[in-house]
């Protein structure tokens, strides 16, 4: 089946800081969604990002799906930033289920 | 609010047992989606549904079942056959499979005593 990897898979910054994470993912993809859950578990959908570039106040995505990855950019950490990231992607022939990967676990300090 | 209620948030099991976790959607969305995460995990896909009636088994779906008999309703099930049930349960929901993002619920917790 497909792989999902992201990196890296623990992150802290200091608040204000900027953070690059990855996702890179092993075979052609019908889509790819990024979350975030906060501590109490609630999965909150960033972005819906097949290919290009997408803006959503201080974070940002790009996938480039010819070669198999995908960024999310946070700048301007803040504390509330705190949580998992999650990039998941739609799988073609297969009901287009989405498969995730591990998370990037960021703790944004005061 | 248009949105996906889960219940309860917590939930306990004794040996043997079945119990049944709800997922109620009123988006009006045709695809729902139940996943299991396990702690420090990323989520697995246990079943899917694209329409009412209709439900396909995801990556781990041995000692699980799911009915889709109304559009808005996707109850889960976890039987005394899944022999390690403790883990977080989350359902989604979307427009229809593969097509718009998935959104989800708050999500259930699910212990062993």
């Known amino acids: 089946g497909i792989q999902v990897e992201q990196s890296p898979p623990d992150l802290i910054l200091q608040e204000g800081a900027n953070s690059t994470l990855r996702c890179n993912f092993s075979?052609?993809?019908?889509?790819l969604q990024w979350f975030h859950q906060n501590p109490w578990g609630q999965l909150i959908n960033l972005f819906y990002?097949?290919?290009g570039t997408k803006q959503n106040g201080r974070l940002s995505a790009t996938t480039v799906a010819t070669e198999r990855y995908s960024l999310l950019y946070i700048s301007s950490s803040q504390t509330t930033d705190s949580g998992v990231y999650f990039c998941?992607?739609?799988?073609?022939?297969?009901?287009?289920?989405?498969?995730f990967g591990g998370g990037t676990r960021l703790m944004v300090k005061p | 609010d248009g949105g996906i209620t889960q219940s309860p948030k917590y939930l306990f099991r004794k040996e043997g047992q079945n119990v049944t976790l709800s997922c109620e959607q009123n988006?009006?969305?045709?695809?729902m989606y139940w996943y299991r995460q396990d702690p420090g995990q990323g989520l697995r896909l246990i079943y899917y549904?694209?329409?009412?009636?209709?439900?396909q088994k995801g990556d781990i779906a041995e000692g699980y079942s799911v009915s889709r008999e109304k559009k808005e309703s996707f109850p889960l099930t976890v039987t005394s056959a899944q022999k390690n049930p403790t883990a977080f349960y989350l359902c989604?929901?979307?427009?229809?499979?593969?097509?718009?993002?998935?959104?989800f619920g708050d999500g259930t917790r699910l212990s062993i005593l």
């Open positions: 989604a929901s979307s427009i229809q499979a593969g097509v718009g993002p998935q959104h």
């Open positions: 075979d052609s993809v019908n889509n």
């Open positions: 990002i097949p290919s």
């Open positions: 998941a992607v739609e799988r073609y022939n297969a009901g287009n289920m989405l498969t």
């Open positions: 988006l009006n969305h045709d695809a």
């Open positions: 549904s694209q329409i009412v009636n209709d439900f």
